[in-house]
């Protein structure tokens, strides 16, 4: 069994997805065995502790002097957790090119938009949707991908496409990418990573 550690800063509903997900049976061979927030009032340790998450921890940015510290730390509690796979679920930080190294293809992340459009620096959150309804593009979407040294440039895992409507404002363009896009595919790649699943060479992963 995989030990998974969930990285969140704020509601927590994609942590909840996975735990979901696991509760069914879902993530095959894998286990949330941590869920580390960058936040002490983040919704999603609430979620965690109903789920009876076994190690739960706050490690905030706050609490540094720098973010080569502050992923230094979140460094030392995975390794002290022997956890395999680390998965960012609305977690709001950029970590060092020292992490993304260390954990090469183990780390993934659901960025709310379908990469390459709408993301990198200053793309998070609500932002994205409103910056697609700015744009006027007509579908939209979700993205899962390994995390690297370039923000949301990492390979690709899945994507799952949505339609914009006529009316939509970033809070229900942000409903429907979570229900039924991050919902479905962060879940999704999780199970496949923790039955050893995805190939990645160079930018691209394969599903076996
Ligand atoms: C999600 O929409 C996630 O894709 C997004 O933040 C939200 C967190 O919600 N992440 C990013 O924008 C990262 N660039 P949640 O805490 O309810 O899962």
């Known amino acids: 069994m995989l030990k998974i550690a969930v ?21 095959i061979n894998g286990k949330v065995y941590a869920v580390i927030s960058s936040r002490e009032d983040a919704y999603a340790l609430k979620r965690a502790e109903a789920a009876g998450v076994e190690h739960i921890k706050v490690i905030s940015p706050k609490d540094f002097e720098s973010r080569g510290e502050f992923t230094a730390k979140i460094t030392d509690t995975l390794k002290s957790l022997d956890i395999d796979l680390v998965v960012l679920a609305g977690f709001m930080h950029v ?9 090469r293809n183990r780390v993934m992340n659901v960025h709310p938009s379908l990469i390459p459009a709408f ?9 994205v949707h409103k910056s ?8 939209t979407g979700a993205t899962v991908h390994f995390v690297n040294e370039v923000t949301d ?19 229900t363009l942000q409903r429907r990418v979570m229900e039924e896009c ?6 999704e790649a999780v199970s496949l990573f923790c039955q050893g699943r ?3 060479c160079g930018n691209h992963v394969y599903i076996k």
Request: charged content about 25%.
């Open 95 to 103: 970590l060092s090119d020292d992490f993304c190294r260390e954990y």
């Open 153 to 171: 440039g990492g390979p690709i895992i899945l994507q799952k496409s949505i339609e914009v409507r006529d009316g939509d404002t970033p809070e």
């Open 198 to 200: 995805l190939e990645v």
């Open 182 to 187: 991050e919902w479905v595919l962060l879940p």
């Open 119 to 127: 993301c990198g620096d200053g793309y998070y959150g609500l932002r």
């Open 132 to 139: 697609v309804l700015d744009y006027g593009v007509k579908v």
């Open 7 to 27: 990285l969140v800063s704020g509601g927590g509903s994609n942590l909840q997805a996975i735990l979901d997900s696991a509760s069914r049976g879902e993530i």
